[in-house]
């Protein structure tokens, strides 16, 4: 990717641990405000006298807002860092969603603020989704290009553990909340701890700020240089890039609905179809995700010495086979089945998803590379992640069988195999 190749060692492991545990916390901000929408927010910021079942859709339709506002922070974002640096465009993100996620924990209910409470929220939201779709880019990019040339998917991995570590902490934070405090409490300022934890990310930032050395060849160009480069890198990377852009987005649409599937519509389906238990689902979800977190890092080494390209195929693959063992499994209605199932899943998912940053960094030349994989990456999430539990919820009300879900998944495995394909061996040549 590179040809500034940093020798292995501390500082590399440092800028991967730093951009892992920012990562985390910014996911973490994310994925807590769908618990939220679920558990409390229909309650809390929509008229009282509205029935239940629609206040729930209507604190959902403000979580989508977040996916929504995705492609929009990529671009933002992405320019930002090919212009002044994956650094600072890092630590701005960061705290845009520090804030943003600390300051819904401060807002006033329905009952105090009327209308306002619920535009509040959705601003917010808004904010959280700007924030998300430029962390990643700058998160993968500084772990990437501060890593040996050698390493650089496996350095690239940490940025990825990310996600299973934010929905860990999560559910973990509103399980412990709702557990030692009282249900009146915990409706009043209980479920507010969660998301006034998230200030964290804010010293993160800081820390990052001050500790954390840009990558010598991604710093920004001096002014003298100035005039030889691209005035925009996103016109840019959207005007020679567009078709690269297209088919990294398609070839992450497997890895996100599959993902979003197995952490959220399995939760749906294994309590209102299957008659589990919450607690039972929630847990298969927090142990998959934890074994997740190896096979992240895991499949991030391996596209170092087989490549991205073979690593990834075989996800998608094993990704579309499994998919049809998910709901059988899952109707067996055991813990253990339930578990196998949702782990199996994400396991296959990391095999995708862990080779994803450096194999998206690989595709763009250096000046757009932010843009360009940024812009990749959400809008894959876009297509994909936003509208797969909704999707699969309208397949089971018309064709009342999980088998038609089961085909929605591989289907969109078949065609993020096809998108990697397309994209061709020289640009994933490693």
């Not at 985390?24 to 008229?47: C, H, M, Q």
């Not at 929220?121 to 501060?146: D, K, N």
């Not at 289907?411 to 195999?417: F, H, K, N, R």
Request: charged share 10%; hydrophobic share 55%; proline share 5%.
């Amino acid at each position: 990717m590179s040809d500034q190749q940093q020798p292995e060692g501390k500082p590399s492991i440092k800028v991967a641990v730093m951009a892992s545990a920012g990562a985390s916390v910014e996911w973490y901000d994310f994925f807590i405000y769908g618990t939220a929408a679920a558990l409390v927010f229909p309650k809390l910021f929509f008229p009282p006298d509205m029935p239940l079942f629609v206040a729930q859709i209507a604190a959902f339709s403000t979580f989508a807002v977040g996916f929504l506002a995705r492609p929009l922070g990529g671009m933002l974002f992405g320019h930002y860092g090919d212009v002044h640096g994956r650094k600072g465009a890092l630590v701005l993100a960061m705290m845009v969603m520090g804030l943003a996620t600390t300051a819904i924990g401060l807002l006033p209910t329905y009952q105090s603020a009327g209308i306002l409470a619920p535009l509040a929220l959705m601003l917010l939201r808004f904010l959280q989704g700007l924030a998300v779709g430029g962390q990643w880019g700058g998160a993968a990019l500084l772990a990437i290009e501060s890593a040996p040339g050698n390493r650089q998917g496996f350095y690239g991995s940490f940025v990825q553990v990310g996600v299973p570590m934010g929905v860990v902490l999560a559910n973990s934070v509103f399980l412990l909340a709702s557990t030692l405090i009282d249900a009146d409490n915990f409706l009043v300022w209980g479920w507010r701890i969660g998301f006034l934890l998230s200030v964290t990310l804010v010293g993160i930032g800081l820390y990052m700020h001050w500790h954390v050395e840009e990558p010598e060849h991604a710093e920004p160009v001096p002014a003298v240089q100035e005039a030889a480069k691209p005035a925009s890198p996103l016109l840019t990377v959207l005007r020679k890039h567009w078709g690269t852009i297209l088919l990294a987005g398609g070839a992450f649409i497997a890895n996100n609905v599959c993902f979003y599937i197995a952490i959220t519509y399995a939760i749906a389906y294994g309590t209102t179809t299957v008659g589990l238990s919450q607690e039972v689902l929630l847990a298969a979800v927090m142990i998959g995700s934890l074994v997740m977190i190896p096979a992240l890092i895991g499949s991030g080494a391996l596209s170092d010495r087989f490549g991205r390209r073979g690593i990834f195929m075989a996800g998608a693959i094993l990704s579309g086979i499994w998919a049809f063992a998910v709901f059988p499994l899952i109707d067996a209605g055991s813990p253990v089945t339930v578990t196998i199932a949702v782990s199996v899943a994400l396991i296959f998912v990391a095999l995708m998803y862990g080779p994803q940053a450096a194999l998206f960094a690989e595709l763009f030349p250096r000046h757009v590379r932010y843009s360009g994989a940024s812009l990749g990456y959400q809008v894959g999430t876009l297509a994909g992640g936003g509208f797969a539990p909704i999707i699969a919820t309208a397949l089971f009300a018309h064709y009342g069988s999980a088998m038609p879900i089961s085909f929605y998944l591989a289907a969109t495995c078949a065609i993020s195999l096809v998108c990697v394909m397309l994209l061709g061996r020289n640009t994933l040549s490693r």
